[in-house]
C-alpha cells in the first residue's frame, strides 16, 4: 500500500500518456478518423482553417501534455493542458454534431467508434486529479 501511495500521481499521468499518445499517429497521418472529427467541428464551428489544421494542432497541445505530465516537475501544468484539451472534446462530441459516437467512412466502409469521448473522460479526470496535487506549482492557484 505504501508503494501504491507513493506513485499514486505516476498511474493518472501515464494513463495520460497512454491515451493522448496513441491518439497522435492518427491526428499527425490524415487518418480517415480524426480527418472526420475535425471537418465536423471546424464545419460546427464556421472556421475553415480547424477543418485543415485542427488534427494536428489539438495533436500538438495533446503531445505536449503527455510529456508535460510524465515529468514530475511540470506535470501539474500537463494536468491542466489535458483537463483543457479534453473539456473541449467532450463538449464538442456532446453539443456538436459530431455525438458521442463517430461515425466515420474508412476505405468505404461505415465506421462507428464511442471510445474516444469515454477516454476522454478518463484523461479529463486524471488532469484534473493531477493538476489539484500539483496546485502549490501552479502560478496564481498556488499562491497563497
Known amino acids: 500500500m505504501e508503494l501504491l501511495k507513493k506513485h499514486r500521481d505516476w ?3 501515464v494513463l495520460i500518456a497512454l491515451i493522448l499518445g496513441g491518439s497522435l499517429p492518427f491526428k499527425f497521418t490524415g487518418d480517415p478518423m480524426p480527418t472526420h472529427i475535425f471537418n465536423v ?14 488534427a494536428v494542432i489539438i495533436g500538438i497541445a495533446e503531445l505536449a501534455s503527455s510529456i508535460l505530465v510524465l515529468i514530475p516537475a511540470t506535470r501539474a501544468y500537463g ?8 473539456a473541449g472534446a467532450i ?3 456532446l453539443f456538436s454534431p459530431l455525438g458521442v459516437t463517430v461515425h466515420y467512412v474508412r476505405d468505404g466502409v ?9 477516454t476522454a ?9 493531477l493538476a489539484y496535487r500539483g496546485k502549490n506549482t501552479l502560478p496564481i492557484i498556488g499562491q497563497k
Open 91 to 93: 463538449f464538442f462530441h
Open 121 to 129: 473522460i478518463i484523461a479529463l479526470l486524471c488532469g484534473l486529479y
Open 110 to 118: 461505415e465506421m462507428s467508434d464511442g471510445s474516444l469521448f469515454y
Open 41 to 54: 467541428v471546424g464545419e460546427f464551428l464556421g472556421l475553415d482553417f480547424f477543418k485543415a489544421y485542427g
Open 11 to 13: 498511474i493518472p499521468a
Open 79 to 86: 494536468g491542466l493542458l489535458t483537463a483543457g484539451t479534453m
